[in-house]
């Protein structure tokens, strides 16, 4: 059973720093393509950051120079480092993966393309 559990979350001010880890289960090691999502009740769920098997990444716009997402093979984990934190980011943050053999680089910050989540980690943002 595929698992990813996420953890980290909490409430911070705004200017102020989180750090997301996402444990994955062993068998995650099929999939070749990783990300978080964020999610606001009410809308739909955007994409904030990918890495991929080559750690390359790709970035929302409005995480750029903000956010660093990277993966810890070792401890088969994902972490995502939120910096300079706005109250806008304030959302359920999801980790996800895919086993897809290829992504396009339009997909990749793309929920439907993806087959594995987390349970999420709320993270607030005061002013």
């Known amino acids: 059973q595929v698992e990813l559990v996420e953890s980290g979350g909490g409430s911070v001010q705004a200017g102020g720093s989180i750090r997301l880890s996402c444990t994955m289960s062993?068998?995650?090691?099929?999939?070749?393509?990783w990300a978080w999502f964020r999610q606001v009740p009410g809308e739909e769920r955007e994409g904030v950051a990918h890495?991929?098997?080559?750690?390359?990444?790709t970035y929302a716009d409005s995480v750029k120079d903000r956010f660093t997402v990277s993966k810890d093979n070792a401890k088969n984990t994902l972490i995502l480092q939120m910096d300079s934190l706005k109250p806008e980011d304030t959302a359920m943050y999801y980790c996800?993966?895919?086993?897809?053999?290829?992504?396009?680089?339009?997909?990749?910050?793309?929920?439907?393309?993806?087959?594995?989540w987390g349970q999420g980690a709320q993270v607030t943002v005061s002013s």
């Open positions: 890495i991929d098997w080559d750690s390359r990444t």
């Open positions: 062993p068998n995650i090691d099929i999939s070749r393509f």
């Open positions: 996800a993966a895919t086993s897809r053999a290829a992504l396009g680089w339009w997909a990749r910050l793309k929920a439907q393309w993806y087959d594995y």
